[in-house]
């Protein structure tokens, strides 16, 4: 039951990721361009996601496929072959945080980096089910 409610939380993370992680936009790092917007149309490059128990590597999911449009009010539709999906997003520059809010669930990630054609994040969370302690992370790269 507990591998059961793993694969399922493994899945719906993943499938959460893909659908929303072009929304992780404007992060500092020496390569941001301080003009770049999150407005627009983002491809996916290459999507990692892992998923570990207990510290250990159980599966992992690359794709090379998909695409998020964001505009200015704050709201996103990404799409890929499950079809599309819509929700908002707030970016925290400081923190360089952004939280994205999609049918009921939110997501945090860091964005490592943003250019005026190149968009990066990475997003890590843990939760315990079970007593078991499940460890999904991401790392999200995107062009336009």
Not at 8 to 23: A, D
Not at 39 to 64: A, K, P, R, Y
Not at 94 to 105: A, F, N, P, R, W
Request: with cysteine; aromatic share 8%.
């Amino acid at each position: 039951m507990l591998r059961l409610k793993i694969n399922l939380l493994f899945m719906r993370k993943i499938l959460f990721f893909l659908l929303t992680g072009g929304i992780i936009l404007a992060g500092c790092s020496k390569d941001t361009e301080n003009n770049a917007s999150i407005v627009g149309t983002w491809n996916v490059n290459m999507i990692t996601s892992q998923v570990f128990l207990n510290n250990v590597l159980q599966g992992s999911d690359t794709t090379t496929e998909g695409s998020v449009e964001f505009d200015s009010d704050g709201s996103f539709t990404s799409t890929d072959s499950g079809g599309p999906t819509t929700g908002t997003y707030n970016y925290n520059t400081s923190s360089k945080e952004l939280t994205v809010i999609s049918g009921g669930d939110t997501s945090h990630a860091t964005v490592t980096n943003l250019t005026s054609n190149n968009l990066h994040f990475q997003q890590d969370e843990t939760q315990t089910i079970g007593g078991a302690t499940v460890r999904v992370t991401t790392d999200a790269d995107y062009s336009r």
